[in-house]
């Protein structure tokens, strides 16, 4: 176990340069007396680490000191090869140089790991576009992708529905989901995710901003989701759906099942969340006889209307 640590405290300083046992000891979870005793016997090992005192000091290597040791783990290993998407790389322009990336990365590997690496590599893809291809167009994705780089003012127009708004924004970050692409900004102090392919006539500007230094991309779009989620408006409603129909129905995107309970043979009564009373009943009339709705009444008259309408057009 200690060796693993004193291999992460050598790959941290050699990654950012200088930290402060505080940090290490945060970054490692164990005390700061743990830190300054794995430093001498770093130390006493050969390797050139100092510490530096006062405001902006820390502990640091020698400076050219490298070390070609990684300490990388198989499952590591696999994290990383596996981490990739063809997809999303070639949205930002990089699919081209992924392959050239991939050798090198395994060049760098044990000679004990190499075929490893490629045994991941053949046996698993990950292709983060989904299965139907998304028909965003992203013209301004490469000049967006310069301003977040670059940490340089943006101007846009995002279009809505029926019109367009400027913004000056700070990008700070881009996000993919599934193969659909946001830039989250900040706009006169407060933050905004915009969907790319809504953006038009982007440029970047002379102009640079600061980046918050506590600002946490994955931190911030896990927040956003959440947040969403929760304001999301909910439509309760009581079905019978037929057990084979239920880990269908479980995997419905805009559709929550609350609690479940066995009914009468081969049917399951559930308490279900949807967002409105029109999405209820646009999924609900997919499954047919699968399901029927219990409560309330107005999404078992419309459920019915419906049918209706639909049994009347093929008939006429």
């Given at each position: 176990m200690r060796a693993d640590r004193l291999i992460s405290i050598l790959l941290l300083l050699q990654n950012h340069g200088?930290?402060?046992?505080?940090?290490?000891?945060?970054?490692?979870e164990v005390s700061e007396r743990t830190i300054h005793r794995d430093?001498?016997?770093?130390?006493?090992?050969?390797?050139?680490?100092?510490?530096?005192?006062?405001?902006g000091g820390g502990?640091?290597?020698?400076?050219?000191?490298r070390t070609d040791l990684?300490?990388?783990?198989?499952?590591?290993?696999?994290?990383?090869?596996?981490?990739?998407?063809s997809s999303l790389l070639g949205d930002l322009g990089l699919g081209s140089v992924f392959e050239d990336a991939f050798q090198k990365m395994l060049a760098?590997?044990?000679?004990?790991?190499?075929?490893?690496?490629?045994?991941?590599?053949?046996?698993?893809?990950i292709d983060g576009a989904g299965w139907h291809q998304s028909v965003d167009r992203l013209p301004d994705l490469p000049t967006i992708q310069e301003a977040v780089w670059q940490e340089r003012m943006l101007?846009?127009?995002?279009?809505?529905?029926?019109?367009?708004?400027?913004?000056?924004?700070?990008?700070?970050g881009l996000v993919a989901k599934s193969s659909i692409w946001y830039l989250v900004a900040r706009v006169e102090g407060e933050m905004r995710t915009y969907r790319i392919s809504r953006i038009r006539n982007a440029k970047v500007l002379e102009e640079s901003f600061q980046r918050p230094e506590s600002f946490d991309l994955a931190q911030y779009w896990e927040r956003s989701t959440e947040q969403f989620k929760a304001n999301l408006p909910r439509y309760p409603a009581q079905l019978r759906v037929q057990e084979a129909a239920l880990p269908r129905l479980a995997q419905q995107r805009y559709l929550?099942?609350?609690?479940?309970?066995?009914?009468?043979?081969?049917?399951?009564?559930?308490?279900?969340?949807?967002?409105?009373?029109?999405?209820?009943c646009e999924i609900l009339l997919g499954y047919g006889v699968l399901v029927k709705v219990l409560e309330p009444l107005e999404l078992r008259d419309r459920v019915r209307a419906e049918a209706t309408a639909i049994i009347a057009m093929y008939n006429g």
């Amino acid at each position: 176990m200690r060796a693993d640590r004193l291999i992460s405290i050598l790959l941290l300083l050699q990654n950012h340069g200088r930290l402060t046992t505080r940090e290490l000891a945060a970054r490692l979870e164990v005390s700061e007396r743990t830190i300054h005793r794995d430093m001498e016997a770093l130390g006493s090992s050969g390797v050139p680490v100092y510490a530096e005192r006062g405001s902006g000091g820390g502990w640091a290597l020698s400076e050219g000191y490298r070390t070609d040791l990684t300490g990388m783990k198989p499952k590591e290993m696999q994290a990383l090869l596996l981490a990739h998407s063809s997809s999303l790389l070639g949205d930002l322009g990089l699919g081209s140089v992924f392959e050239d990336a991939f050798q090198k990365m395994l060049a760098a590997f044990p000679e004990r790991l190499r075929g490893e690496a490629e045994r991941v590599r053949q046996r698993i893809h990950i292709d983060g576009a989904g299965w139907h291809q998304s028909v965003d167009r992203l013209p301004d994705l490469p000049t967006i992708q310069e301003a977040v780089w670059q940490e340089r003012m943006l101007r846009f127009d995002y279009c809505r529905e029926d019109s367009a708004v400027e913004r000056i924004a700070e990008p700070l970050g881009l996000v993919a989901k599934s193969s659909i692409w946001y830039l989250v900004a900040r706009v006169e102090g407060e933050m905004r995710t915009y969907r790319i392919s809504r953006i038009r006539n982007a440029k970047v500007l002379e102009e640079s901003f600061q980046r918050p230094e506590s600002f946490d991309l994955a931190q911030y779009w896990e927040r956003s989701t959440e947040q969403f989620k929760a304001n999301l408006p909910r439509y309760p409603a009581q079905l019978r759906v037929q057990e084979a129909a239920l880990p269908r129905l479980a995997q419905q995107r805009y559709l929550k099942l609350v609690h479940t309970i066995p009914a009468e043979q081969g049917w399951i009564e559930a308490a279900a969340e949807f967002n409105t009373l029109e999405s209820a009943c646009e999924i609900l009339l997919g499954y047919g006889v699968l399901v029927k709705v219990l409560e309330p009444l107005e999404l078992r008259d419309r459920v019915r209307a419906e049918a209706t309408a639909i049994i009347a057009m093929y008939n006429g």
